[in-house]
């Protein structure tokens, strides 16, 4: 897989506090940080349904200044750039999100816009800031994104997914507290825990992928496939929970060194365009990819499945790939996600559209197969369906 040519950079600068009851150290985290006035970034439905933003109001004290709770599913420009008029408002210097990965990524638009002004469009693209951004930190209620320590946040605007991608984003820490995941529904556990699983693949099949990446990616499609079940048996089981959390993190370390692919790319699209979960487009994207793909990195696939469980078929690299996109597509299934998207609202008419939206999506670039062309796309996007 890899040879004397090899080169790469590996960044993983977030401290990472992990445990039951961590939520509690919040305070501690943000001293360490030089942080005394924090605006909390959450969503209503947790703000409304869960005690976990009152928990955080009351560990943060003093140093809360308020709670920007308007933060919705792929959060539009607009709604992170009030959230980002209400932390100036209130002379907020720092940020602490609690939610999931819409919620993340809004807290990093925020501090993004605490620190360096204007418009968040203003900002958009690759390496573009100047410098850090304001103290952030992002504690998940779920199990999937890895936004807590990724470079990445992604909006959406006139039906498209926007990437904002910079270095400076990841978040100086994140809390990893079990409890606060505990009361996340079944089909959302399911749904972010494949996402997670998407990101520790495609960081595999890369072709930017490095051996550091490897290991995290590995470990994570290795803890998803044993404590998924686990969790959606029994939401309260802390071990799975926390396994998952971890599992997250690592495919989201994995992948913000080595990048994503064609999954994430048909996935924005899809999401963007018909209001998909971000989690279950993937799921239903990825044995697909995967087959597209073999061809350029059975190798890979081949150790990716043995992660997952998958035993070899003694038929060469190419069986075991198909064999593994087999066992995610089942995997999918039995975790109670859609597997078709014609299951989620598209029609065969959407495709089309959806294929020429994704090829100009940052992700695809990094695909081991070639995919910028739509009609190599297409027949992906109705295989998919």
Do not use: W
Request: aromatic fraction near 6%; hydrophobic fraction near 45%.
């Amino acid at each position: 897989m890899y040879g004397s040519e090899l080169s790469f950079n590996f960044l993983a600068p977030t401290k990472i506090v992990f445990g039951n009851g961590t939520l509690e150290e919040l305070p501690m985290e943000l001293e360490a940080l030089n942080a005394n006035r924090t605006l909390l970034v959450t969503d209503r439905t947790l703000k409304e349904h869960t005690s976990i933003v009152d928990r955080a109001e009351k560990v943060l004290r003093q140093r809360h200044v308020g709670t920007y709770c308007d933060v919705t599913p792929d959060a539009e420009v607009s709604c992170i750039e009030r959230g980002a008029a209400m932390a100036r408002e209130l002379e907020a210097d720092s940020v602490v999100s609690v939610g999931g990965g819409s919620v993340m990524d809004a807290g990093k638009g925020i501090a993004l816009l605490l620190a360096h002004g204007g418009q968040l469009m203003d900002h958009q693209g690759f390496q573009n800031l100047p410098g850090s951004v304001a103290p952030h930190i992002a504690v998940p209620t779920t199990a999937g994104t890895g936004s807590e320590v990724s470079y990445v946040f992604v909006t959406k605007e006139d039906q498209k997914k926007i990437l904002f991608c910079d270095f400076n984003l990841i978040p100086p820490c994140t809390i990893l507290d079990p409890e606060v995941t505990v009361d996340l529904p079944a089909g959302l556990t399911a749904a972010t825990a494949i996402d997670a699983l998407t990101h520790a693949i495609e960081a595999m099949h890369s072709n930017q992928r490095q051996p550091f990446a490897d290991a995290m990616a590995k470990e994570a499609i290795h803890l998803i496939r044993t404590y998924l079940p686990r969790a959606l048996a029994d939401g309260q089981d802390l071990t799975a929970r926390g396994q998952l959390l971890g599992a997250a993190t690592m495919a989201g370390i994995a992948f913000s060194n080595a990048q994503v692919g064609l999954v994430h790319a048909m996935a924005h699209s899809v999401g963007a365009r018909h209001g998909v979960h971000h989690g279950t487009a993937n799921a239903i994207c990825l044995p697909h990819v995967i087959r597209f793909n073999a061809e350029a990195c059975a190798d890979v696939y081949a150790a990716a499945s043995r992660a997952f469980g998958v035993p070899p078929t003694g038929q060469g690299d190419v069986a075991d790939t198909m064999a593994f996109a087999d066992a995610i597509a089942e995997f999918v299934a039995d975790c109670g996600l859609p597997t078709r998207l014609s299951e989620v609202g598209l029609s065969e008419d959407d495709l089309a559209d959806c294929a020429a939206a994704s090829i100009n999506d940052g992700s695809i670039v990094y695909n081991p197969r070639f995919a910028m062309d739509v009609n190599l796309l297409l027949p992906v996007f109705q295989q998919a369906h």
